[in-house]
């Protein structure tokens, strides 16, 4: 498992989850890091002084290009959160312009760069995929047609198409990121403290999980190895149930989830939001991550959960 080690690196989206997780062990590792983010008060304080960070929205500029020239490494996380808001129309808007404008702006740079960045590592979700669970898909199947299908692989071909060929582009689809600091298991560990957590309808739909520990170690794993290129899935290889998932973090905090919550009462609150995220799942498989090298600290969920919990 490679690392990264005095390199400039250029972080969009970092401070989100994943993104303030990763600059904590890209500084610690002894890296500079430039952050671009619409929120600078989001910056993590512990890191004031040990990041430089400009305020940046998503728009082209001149600036820009000076800032990619500087760099070895652009690593590209930006796009408001997917399940924070329910997707109406405007917010699906929202969606698709933080996603493919930022990409298409630190593309751009990229372009006018003299000086080229070595890797352009572009975010992605395992949302690419088909919404089932009749097999794990690797990075060779096709997307799926579900609307956050269409978001991931427009995402994905703006930074194909307009990133400059010289520059080593890697592309990491991220399953659900499991972290005791945000995502989607303080969500679901409030209810079951309260005795009434449970899962969404038969709970049978499959969830693609990773622990934020190797999330970001995959990360920096593929911005490091100049032999990865294209696509790559992060999550872990044993994926399970829904209902599995919600038992076995119930079992963690010593608590028991026994509620199913009906798929109908969902769907009224969150419309398709629900359909995509909590009602339907699926597998992918790490194979060509771990082909690459990269060896996970928590391939098993009450392992993860016990590290978390």
Request: positive net charge; glycine residues 6%.
């Amino acid at each position: 498992m490679e690392t990264i080690k005095k390199k400039h690196i250029v972080i969009a989206g970092a401070t989100g989850l994943i993104g303030t997780e990763l600059t904590k062990k890209l500084v610690d590792n002894g890296n500079t890091v430039l952050i671009l983010t619409r929120s600078p008060k989001n910056v993590d304080t512990a890191y004031i002084g040990k990041v430089t960070y400009f305020e940046w929205d998503g728009t082209f500029t001149t600036w820009l290009v000076r800032e990619v020239e500087k760099c070895n490494v652009v690593i590209n996380l930006a796009g408001e959160s997917i399940a924070s808001k329910p997707w109406t129309r405007r917010r699906r808007m929202q969606l698709i312009r933080s996603r493919l404008g930022t990409t298409r702006a630190l593309a751009k740079a990229c372009q006018y760069a003299k000086n080229k960045p070595e890797v352009f590592l572009q975010g992605s979700a395992t949302g690419y995929y088909p919404l089932t669970s009749e097999k794990a898909f690797t990075e060779t199947d096709s997307p799926g047609t579900s609307f956050l299908a269409r978001l991931t692989n427009n995402w994905e071909q703006v930074a194909q198409t307009e990133v400059p060929e010289s520059i080593r582009l890697a592309i990491v689809r991220t399953g659900i990121v499991l972290s005791n600091k945000g995502g989607m298991l303080p969500k679901l560990l409030a209810p079951i403290k309260l005795f009434v957590g449970g899962w969404f309808a038969s709970g049978k739909q499959m969830v693609p999980w990773i622990h934020i520990n190797d999330e970001v170690n995959a990360i920096i794993h593929l911005a490091a190895n100049s032999n990865a290129k294209g696509a790559y899935n992060l999550a872990s290889p044993n994926a399970v149930s829904q209902k599995a998932l919600v038992k076995a973090i119930a079992k963690a905090a010593k608590r028991s989830a026994w509620i199913p919550i009906p798929a109908f009462a969902v769907r009224m609150l969150l419309g398709q939001m629900a359909n995509e995220l909590l009602l339907n799942g699926n597998s992918v498989s790490p194979q060509k991550l771990t082909e690459s090298g990269f060896e996970f600290t928590y391939p098993n969920l009450n392992n993860a959960l016990k590290s978390l919990l």
